[in-house]
């Protein structure tokens, strides 16, 4: 899929999860969505985020349905219950000009 400033990488995982990933024309992921039965390795999928995302995750309310985080760097939505997760995490900062966040799906 191809969008004039970003073009978008569908991973079909092992576990039935599709991961987009949305990346700039020069080749930057901004952001990745998800949706399937298992959460993906967001270790792999936030890369060098994961940290800032765990930690902000053990200081939210717990909510074992949803989790949102928003922060200036990093933006995470995810909700489900078993064998039906979604989510999206983006960098604000990153996501090109003309585009909104409600297209990142």
Same mark, same amino acid.
């Given at each position: 899929?191809?969008?004039l400033t970003?073009?978008?990488h569908?991973?079909d995982l092992?576990s039935?999860t599709v991961l987009?990933?949305?990346v700039?024309?020069?080749?930057?992921v901004?952001?990745?969505?998800w949706?399937g039965?298992?959460?993906? +390795?967001? *270790?792999?999928?936030?890369?060098k985020y994961f940290d800032?995302y765990v930690a @902000? %995750?053990?200081?939210?309310?717990v +909510?074992? *349905?949803?989790?949102?985080i928003?922060q200036?760097?990093?933006?995470?939505? @995810? %909700?489900?219950?078993?064998?039906?997760?979604?989510g999206i995490?983006?960098?604000?900062?990153?996501?090109?000009?003309?585009?909104?966040?409600g297209e990142?799906?």
């Amino acid at each position: 899929m191809e969008h004039l400033t970003y073009r978008v990488h569908e991973i079909d995982l092992p576990s039935g999860t599709v991961l987009r990933e949305f990346v700039t024309q020069g080749g930057a992921v901004f952001a990745v969505a998800w949706h399937g039965p298992v959460i993906p +390795n967001l *270790r792999q999928a936030l890369g060098k985020y994961f940290d800032n995302y765990v930690a @902000a %995750a053990k200081a939210s309310p717990v +909510n074992h *349905r949803r989790l949102d985080i928003n922060q200036l760097d990093l933006v995470v939505h @995810a %909700a489900g219950h078993m064998r039906a997760f979604s989510g999206i995490a983006y960098l604000p900062q990153s996501i090109p000009g003309g585009v909104s966040v409600g297209e990142l799906q």
